[in-house]
């Protein structure tokens, strides 16, 4: 099992800045792409940013020039730089790892709990 625990979520004004990071944990081989989600009330969860193991790296339209995801491979984690925030972004932020477990033929997705961004206008 691999358990994702993000954190840096919280309220925060308009233009303002949050760092989210999300830790993977457990039996691990390697993770192939992470990235962050994030769901607004009566939306449907949406594509932020992933990057793959090797730094390929995809944004929304939405969040270009403003987020900046990372990854630290030694660590398991991920990180997402968030600046000049809108209220639009506020959403619950879901991590999401795709890894390779011991004796597993394939990789397999994983989900954190999410943590909350507020924007306040």
């Known amino acids: 099992q691999v358990q994702l625990v993000e954190s840096g979520g919280g309220l925060v004004q308009t233009g303002g800045s949050l760092r989210l990071s999300c830790a993977a944990s457990g039996s691990i081989v390697s993770i192939n792409t992470m990235g962050w989600y994030r769901q607004a009330p009566g939306k449907q969860r949406e594509l932020v940013a992933r990057i793959t193991s090797g730094g390929r790296i995809n944004y929304a339209d939405s969040v270009k020039g403003r987020f900046t995801i990372s990854r630290d491979n030694a660590k398991n984690t991920v990180y997402l730089q968030m600046n000049s925030l809108k209220p639009e972004d506020t959403a619950d932020y879901y991590c999401?790892?795709?890894?390779?477990?011991?004796?597993?033929?394939?990789?397999?997705?994983?989900w954190g709990k999410g943590t909350l961004v507020t924007v306040s206008s």
């Open positions: 999401n790892a795709n890894v390779w477990e011991p004796l597993s033929p394939t990789g397999r997705d994983y």
